[in-house]
């Protein structure tokens, strides 16, 4: 059986300026490779549809993987479904917006394919 996916473009992830996250975004623009992920995070005290944004990055030969932020909950309701039921839900692309000054903060917005 095919698999449709379908796209949707320009999330936002929540919570980028909790803790040293926008540390974290910032090491993000200067690897030397990297890569997102979702997890989904059932047990999250906030919410069991919570779906974790997780970056996979190297700088000089050194790997980490650390959290920036999590879907928004009007987002990660749905795709929390389907990823529970095991259907298809990855980033195919971000981007890294803003700035990192006193008025202004790094961001994240996503664009995800997700099984139809």
């Not at 944004?53 to 909950?73: E, M, Q």
Request: charged share 20%; glycine share 6%; hydrophobic share 30%.
């Amino acid at each position: 059986m095919k698999k449709i996916f379908g796209k949707i473009t320009n999330i936002p992830v929540s919570g980028i300026s909790f803790k040293n996250r926008q540390q974290k975004l910032y090491n993000v623009m200067k690897a030397d490779s990297c890569y997102l992920t979702l997890r989904r995070e059932p047990n999250n005290p906030y919410s069991q549809d919570a779906i974790q944004v997780l970056v996979h990055s190297t700088t000089n030969g050194k790997t980490s993987v650390f959290c920036i932020g999590y879907i928004p909950k009007n987002k990660a309701s749905w795709m929390a479904r389907k990823m529970d039921a095991n259907k298809i839900c990855r980033i195919s692309e971000y981007k890294i917006v803003g700035k990192n000054t006193s008025d202004q903060h790094y961001g994240c917005r996503l664009t995800i394919i997700h099984e139809i």
